[in-house]
């Protein structure tokens, strides 16, 4: 079984509909993350948590929000969905304790989502 | 803001050849950079991550270079293998800012039998 899971892996949806991904991880890391990946543009933070009350925006938070419900379950939402947000989404996780802190991050298989 | 760079965008050589993978960022002052590998309709795949006190990290085949100071990384492969073929990223994590990884686009290589 994968260290960090993602569902859905494909989702095709319509403009405006209201969409959420998750991600599940069995790495017991404090630090998770949400990153889209667009073609020749490399990955850009959307959102990012330390922990479960903890919360940031990334680069290109808008259009998008988090829950974070559990040490090991982040989720992202497009509360109303819009072409543009058609990409490959990954769910990443990294440690934080000291002195064993790397920054070394782990990814999911990604979800693809197309919005018509 | 800090912007990473990977030249070129693909490479094709053929099976056994070395392969050398470049990333170029433009801040020097780096927390560490990693390397990854996605294979197509994958997630990334952890490669090797150098400190910024390290120059080298080796991983079997694989050697990672960094010289902060001149702003690169390079990615050495040995003797490489239609199995190689897959796209390369590189990210650099900025101290200032310790969560945020500035990603290259990566450069997709292709290892011909």
């Known amino acids: 079984d994968a260290d960090v899971t993602q569902t859905p892996r494909n989702r095709i949806t319509k403009t405006g509909k209201r969409i959420m991904l998750e991600c599940s991880q069995t790495?017991?890391?404090?630090?998770m993350y949400w990153y889209r990946q667009d073609p020749g543009l490399g990955l850009r933070l959307i959102y990012y948590?330390?922990?479960?009350?903890?919360?940031n925006k990334g680069e290109i938070s808008d259009g998008y929000s988090v829950s974070r419900q559990a040490q090991a379950k982040f989720s992202l939402s497009l509360e109303s969905a819009i072409p543009n947000q058609t990409a490959l989404y990954f769910c990443?996780?990294?440690?934080?304790?000291?002195?064993?802190?790397?920054?070394?991050?782990?990814f999911g298989e990604g979800s693809r989502l197309t919005v018509l | 803001k800090q912007e990473v760079t990977q030249i070129p965008a693909a490479l094709s050589v053929p099976e056994g050849e070395n392969l050398v993978l470049n990333c170029s960022f433009t801040d020097s002052a780096i927390y560490n950079l990693q390397w990854f590998r996605q294979d197509p309709g994958k997630g990334l795949t952890s490669l090797l991550l150098?400190?910024?006190?390290?120059r080298e990290q080796t991983s079997g085949r694989l050697n990672a270079s960094l010289d902060k100071s001149s702003g690169r990384s390079t990615l050495y492969i040995a003797a490489s293998q239609p199995g190689d073929s897959a796209t390369y990223l590189c990210?650099?994590?900025?101290?200032?800012?310790?969560?945020?990884?500035?990603f290259g686009a990566g450069t997709t290589v292709t290892v011909r039998a």
């Open positions: 948590s330390f922990d479960v009350k903890d919360i």
């Open positions: 990443a996780t990294s440690e934080s304790t000291l002195p064993h802190y790397t920054g070394e991050l782990f």
């Open positions: 150098i400190q910024s006190s390290q």
């Open positions: 990210a650099v994590r900025s101290p200032s800012n310790d969560y945020k990884l500035s």
């Open positions: 790495k017991g890391h404090d630090r």
